[in-house]
């Protein structure tokens, strides 16, 4: 499913089926191929099966890369569907583990907000944010939603603007602010006669509804294939007529950021960059009945690597490491302007 597929026009129970079958055949690719189809499940009202998908990978024999947000998630299906006691107790369980990603905990705080828990989730987004944002200067993006989710909670409690709430406004970048997007007396609004108010709302509205969409937009990123410099000595011994694609490895490097950027600066959303393997390549290729030494089949071969979940999200923040493997940071590497 491309993620520009209106919600009307997906059948979930079909998609979660290819995507579990998928998964079948590369179990390497599992965990984000089966995080997807319990998405779907969920979607299509079967949660327990949803559930019976996250077990099984939290029982697996192999290691999962993100285990507390597939803790996370099957807290946040349970609840949903009545296990409210066990979902609690996972909850306390990532809680208590305090892990590193911000994912599971905007998760578990907002299983919490949705349920009215608002003490409890202003406590697990308060207890996130300390954890992962003391001392930093600039909050990475993947935790604005740690800081957007307690503003709201501490609006609909009442609490005054501490230094998060600040830092929240400043990172927040819609033209609406955070206390007009958060503020509890908006639903009284939505009741009113006097069309100002109603358009007023409407904007509003939209304006959260495409923080919320950014926020949740990225599950097929158009990538871009990336060799490492190992494997594209390895490709191109094996397979020279491949040389007119990469005249060099640095010059790949230079090409894969310069159609990267070409493609943000044309408007398209989902970027990402996918990492082959020569023995991946030409299992791919296999399977296709087709040579590995055809050009056409490379773009094809990163498609395939993002719908399995193997693509990292274009571009990078600045201070973290470059998507070239260089150990630099991206700022100081490909990410200079």
Same mark, same amino acid.
């Given at each position: 499913m491309r993620p520009d597929t209106p919600a009307e026009n997906v059948d979930h129970t079909a998609e979660a089926d290819r995507l579990?079958?998928?998964?079948?055949?590369?179990?390497?690719?599992?965990?984000?191929?089966?995080?997807?189809? %319990?998405? @779907?499940?969920? $979607?299509? &009202?079967?949660?327990?099966?949803?559930?019976?998908?996250?077990?099984? *990978?939290?029982?697996?024999?192999?290691?999962?890369?993100?285990?507390?947000?597939?803790?996370?998630?099957?807290?946040?299906?349970l609840w949903e569907y009545g296990h409210e006691a066990e979902a609690r107790a996972i909850i306390t369980g990532i809680r208590t583990t305090a892990p590193r990603d911000p994912a599971p905990w905007v998760i578990v705080a907002e299983s919490l907000e949705a349920h009215d828990e608002l003490e409890q989730a202003h406590e697990t987004f308060?207890? %996130?944010? @300390?954890?992962? $944002?003391? &001392?930093?200067?600039?909050?990475?993006?993947?935790?604005?939603?740690? *800081?957007?989710?307690?503003?709201?909670?501490r609006r609909m409690l009442g609490a005054a603007h501490d230094e998060w709430d600040a830092l929240a406004d400043t990172v927040h970048s819609l033209p609406i602010t955070l206390d007009e997007l958060h503020d509890p007396k908006r639903v009284w609004s939505l009741g009113s006669e006097n069309p100002a108010e109603l358009e007023a709302e409407i904007i509003r509205l939209r304006a959260e509804l495409g923080a919320f969409r950014e926020a949740l937009s990225r599950p097929f990123p158009v990538a871009v294939l990336h060799w490492p410099a190992s494997e594209l000595t390895e490709l191109l011994s094996a397979y020279p007529t491949l040389a007119e694609e990469y005249p060099s490895h640095p010059e790949h490097l230079t090409s894969i950021e310069a159609a990267l950027r070409e493609l943000a600066g044309s408007g398209t959303p989902n970027l990402g960059i996918v990492t082959g393997t020569v023995p991946s390549y030409e299992a791919f290729a296999a399977s296709e009945l087709t040579s590995p030494s055809d050009p056409a089949l490379l773009p094809?071969?990163?498609?395939?690597?993002?719908?399995?979940?193997?693509?990292?999200?274009?571009?990078?923040?600045?201070?973290?490491?470059?998507?070239?493997?260089?150990?630099?940071?991206?700022g100081d590497c490909h990410g200079k302007p």
């Open positions: 579990e079958r998928t998964a079948d055949l590369y179990p390497e690719d599992a965990e984000a191929l089966l995080l997807r189809a %319990a998405a @779907h499940r969920e $979607l299509s &009202g079967d949660r327990p099966t949803a559930t019976a998908l996250y077990d099984r *990978l939290l029982t697996s024999s192999r290691e999962l890369d993100e285990p507390f947000l597939v803790r996370a998630l099957k807290a946040s299906n308060t207890q %996130a944010v @300390h954890l992962l $944002l003391t &001392g930093v200067e600039a909050p990475p993006r993947t935790t604005h939603p740690l *800081l957007f989710g307690r503003h709201r909670v094809q071969y990163a498609t395939t690597l993002a719908a399995r979940g193997r693509a990292a999200a274009w571009p990078p923040e600045r201070t973290a490491a470059c998507w070239c493997e260089s150990g630099r940071p991206y």
